[in-house]
C-alpha cells in the first residue's frame, strides 16, 4: 500500500487539461492589422481636403503678411521696397536693393505659386509703384486662394 499525504492527489487524480491558450495567434495579429490599415487608408483619404485647405491658406496669410511687411518697410525707411514673386522656385521674397529681408518657399509645403507679375514695389510713401493690378493664385490639389493687389499696394483676398 503506498501512503498518501493528506489534503494533496495523487498524480493520477489531476483532472486532464488541453494545452494552455496565452497571446494571439499570427492570423489574429494580421486581421488587426489589415483593419487599421483600412481604417488609415478612409481616414487619409478623407482628410486629404483639409490639409489642403490648411496648407493654402498658411501660404496666403504668409504672402499677405510679406506684402505688409514690405509695405511697412518702405514707409519706415522711405526707400523702394519690392516683393519679388518666383513662379520658378515657387517662392516669395521681399528685398530692398541687394538685400532680401523675408523669403517665403512653398515648395516645402506642395502649395503652387501662380501670379501676373514678376514683381510688385512700394515706395517710400507705402503706396505701389507700378502700372497694374497683380493677382496671385495659391493652390495645392483641389484648393487654390487668389490674391489681388491694387496699384495703390492694397492686398485683398478672394
Known amino acids: 500500500?503506498?501512503?498518501r499525504t493528506a489534503g494533496i492527489p495523487s498524480t493520477r487524480q489531476l483532472p486532464m487539461r488541453g494545452p494552455c491558450r496565452r497571446g494571439t495567434t499570427t492570423?489574429?495579429?494580421?486581421l488587426v492589422l489589415v483593419t487599421l490599415g483600412i481604417l488609415f487608408g478612409l481616414a487619409c483619404t478623407s482628410g486629404m481636403p483639409l490639409l489642403q485647405a490648411v496648407?493654402?491658406?498658411?501660404?496666403?496669410?504668409?504672402?499677405?503678411?510679406l506684402f505688409a511687411l514690405a509695405r511697412d518697410h518702405a514707409l519706415a525707411t522711405g526707400a523702394r521696397t519690392a516683393v519679388r514673386l518666383d513662379e520658378r522656385r515657387q517662392r516669395v521674397l521681399v528685398h530692398r536693393g541687394i538685400d532680401t529681408l523675408a523669403v517665403a518657399d512653398f515648395v516645402q509645403r506642395g502649395?503652387?505659386?501662380?501670379?501676373?507679375?514678376?514683381?510688385?514695389?512700394?515706395?517710400?510713401?507705402?503706396?505701389?509703384?507700378?502700372?497694374?493690378?497683380?493677382?496671385?493664385?495659391?493652390?495645392?490639389?483641389?484648393?487654390?486662394?487668389?490674391l489681388t493687389v491694387s496699384r495703390l499696394g492694397r492686398v485683398s483676398s478672394q
Open 1 to 3: 500500500m503506498t501512503q
Open 27 to 30: 492570423v489574429e495579429q494580421l
Open 55 to 65: 496648407a493654402v491658406e498658411t501660404a496666403s496669410r504668409e504672402t499677405v503678411s
Open 111 to 146: 502649395v503652387r505659386l501662380e501670379a501676373t507679375r514678376d514683381s510688385m514695389a512700394y515706395g517710400a510713401s507705402g503706396l505701389g509703384v507700378g502700372a497694374a493690378n497683380l493677382r496671385v493664385i495659391l493652390s495645392r490639389g483641389s484648393r487654390a486662394d487668389t
